[in-house]
């Protein structure tokens, strides 16, 4: 069944776990999210990114993706999810990450996602809090969840400078909790978005410990949130660049950080790097493996992508002359059927 991720971080807080949050880009991620999960018969947490809604919205450069692409790219992966999870044996949240404003977690909403992620963390923490209310009024009329995000995420390397004042601060942070009333708080406690995180990153467990005590003391339960927390697993980075990929400096949060950054609070693992990764890697290794594909009318212009993209891991670049496959999920020929595997 659907569900808001609100029973299912409450559950996380009450055990001490931590629920994982993937991000998908196509329908037929999502499937593969829902059936790896009933596998393991846990609650699934399938994220859509704002600009990821514009690419499933049909829009090919989803850089530039409009209010429109989002809105028909959030009903075409809800109705999806819908479709799949309804009879799953599980609990599936479908929750927008980094909503960027009012109308792009509206539309999500209106599409049929079941929480929403509104970040206003680039924002002065008065006017972050006061658009947080707002999309939490609409969110929770209707039943939807919201995540908020109070701090900066930035690099390791950026803190060797900067001052500490980008890490979320602990009373802001339930001041936040309390004046917003949202579910869940993406903080900021050294992790980083991308696959460029730095070698042997220490996450600065004292923060979420603060944060929790604090949130104790005044009876505040909520989730905490830990975005940017990919593993980038090195053996994937090494086939891709065997394969003829050029990615470099590319290092992740390890899994005793994470791990540890659970005990101390942490209650939701965003992931996106790492399927992205996985995905570019299945692309060259098909392309390798299979190379009359290159020549392919259906899928050859995606071969043809991933040669000029050597140094990106973003399947979006590689995957627009799929963009009918991508958005609807059905396959052409068996060409375009041996692509969206990878995917
Ligand atoms: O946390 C951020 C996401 O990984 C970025 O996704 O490229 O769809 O905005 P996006
Ligand atoms: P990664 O880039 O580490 O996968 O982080 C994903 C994320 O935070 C999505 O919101
Ligand atoms: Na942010
Ligand atoms: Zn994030």
Known sequence: SLVSL??????????????????????????????????????????????????????????????????????????????????????????LDHGRDFDSCKAAIDGGYTSVMIDGSSLPFEENVELTREVVKYAHERGVSVEGELG???????????????????????????????DALAISYGTMHGASKGKNVKLRRQIPIAIRECMAHEGITGGLVSHGSSTVPAYIV????????????????SIEELREAISCGINKINVDTDIRLAVTRNLKELFCGRPQLRESASVGDVYRLLEANKDKFDPRVFLPPLMDTVMFGEVKDEDTQAVMECV
Not at 155 to 182: C, R
């Open 6 to 95: 609100k029973p299912i971080l409450d559950a996380a807080v009450q055990y001490g776990y931590g629920q994982g949050a993937f991000n998908v880009n196509a329908v037929a991620q999502a499937k593969a999210v829902i059936e790896v999960h009933e596998m393991f018969r846990a609650p699934a947490v399938l994220q859509g990114a704002d600009l990821a809604n514009g690419f499933m919205g049909g829009c090919v450069d989803f850089t530039k993706a409009t209010l429109e692409d989002k809105k028909r790219g959030a009903k075409r992966i809800a109705d999806a999810v819908r479709k799949y999870g309804e009879n799953a044996s599980i609990p599936v949240v479908l929750h």
């Open 152 to 182: 900066v995420l930035a690099g390791v390397e950026d803190h060797v400078f900067a001052a500490d004042s980008t890490y979320t601060n602990p009373l802001k942070a339930v001041e936040f909790f309390k004046k917003t009333q949202v």
């Open 238 to 253: 090494k086939e891709i660049n065997t394969l003829g990929g050029d990615i470099q400096n590319a290092y992740g949060i």
